[in-house]
């Protein structure tokens, strides 16, 4: 079955330092996605992609956050400089059409210490 | 701000006995899905439910939408130890199909 991976699956980082999560849609999938999880919360939406162009973000995804689909294959999220508070989980996902489920991948856990 | 609310948070349950979880919310979505996450992965699509009023059924688990399309529930027949894990509820509104999670429902099923 078709997956969504990510890279890496766990990343520690200095508090201010740049971050950069990679995910691989599927490939016949065209709307993309990251959310976060911080440890016990819900599973918050960040921003979601579609037609080389953020279509939607949310409060948290401020300038400090940006996307890419440098190659029509990866879809990355960088963080410029992170805080603590950025620790969490972030899942990429995708999927085909706007009324189908979703595909998440297993996640990058991010650390910054 | 959209809120889906999810009861209950955990629900502890001898394996054979049936359960129902809710997913509630003041605003209309125009799909809800369930999710199930498991420790350190990300969530799992179960199912995604689209009419108001529809019902689907994936072997125990039988997911009803609200007529109005503000709720939901997954019900659970016979519970087995597999079932044991986090349940996500998950609506849709946007025009780019973001989702709204509920806080999840840590099901517990014991031998």
């Known amino acids: 079955e078709p997956e969504v991976t990510q890279t890496p699956s766990h990343q520690v980082t200095q508090m201010g330092q740049e971050v950069i999560l990679r995910c691989v849609p599927i490939?016949?999938?065209?709307?993309f996605y990251w959310y976060r999880q911080i440890l016990g919360q819900k599973v918050e939406f960040l921003v979601s992609?579609?037609?080389?162009?953020?279509?939607?973000k949310s409060e948290i995804f401020d300038d400090q956050f940006s996307v890419e689909r440098p190659d029509g294959s990866n879809f990355t999220l960088k963080i410029r400089s992170t805080k603590l508070e950025d620790s969490a989980m972030y899942f990429c996902?995708?999927?085909?059409?706007?009324?189908?489920?979703?595909?998440f991948g297993s996640g990058t856990r991010l650390t910054v210490v | 701000t959209q809120l889906l609310e999810q009861s209950p948070q955990f629900l502890s349950i001898q394996e054979g006995e049936n359960l129902t979880v809710y997913c509630n919310s003041s605003?209309?979505?125009?799909?809800l899905q369930w999710y199930r996450q498991e420790p350190g992965e990300g969530p799992v699509l179960l199912v995604t439910?689209?009419?108001?009023?529809e019902v689907k059924k994936l072997k125990r688990l039988t997911f009803q939408f609200g007529d109005a399309r503000k709720d939901s529930s997954l019900h659970i027949t016979a519970a087995q130890p597999g079932d044991t894990g986090l349940y996500l509820c998950?609506?849709?509104?946007?025009?780019?199909?973001?989702?709204?999670f509920g806080q999840g429902t840590t099901l517990q099923v014991k031998p």
């Open positions: 998950a609506g849709a509104s946007s025009n780019t199909g973001k989702l709204i």
């Open positions: 996902a995708s999927r085909v059409g706007t009324a189908q489920g979703y595909t």
């Open positions: 605003s209309v979505f125009s799909s």
């Open positions: 439910v689209v009419t108001g009023g």
């Open positions: 490939s016949n999938h065209l709307y």
């Open positions: 992609f579609y037609n080389n162009e953020i279509s939607e």
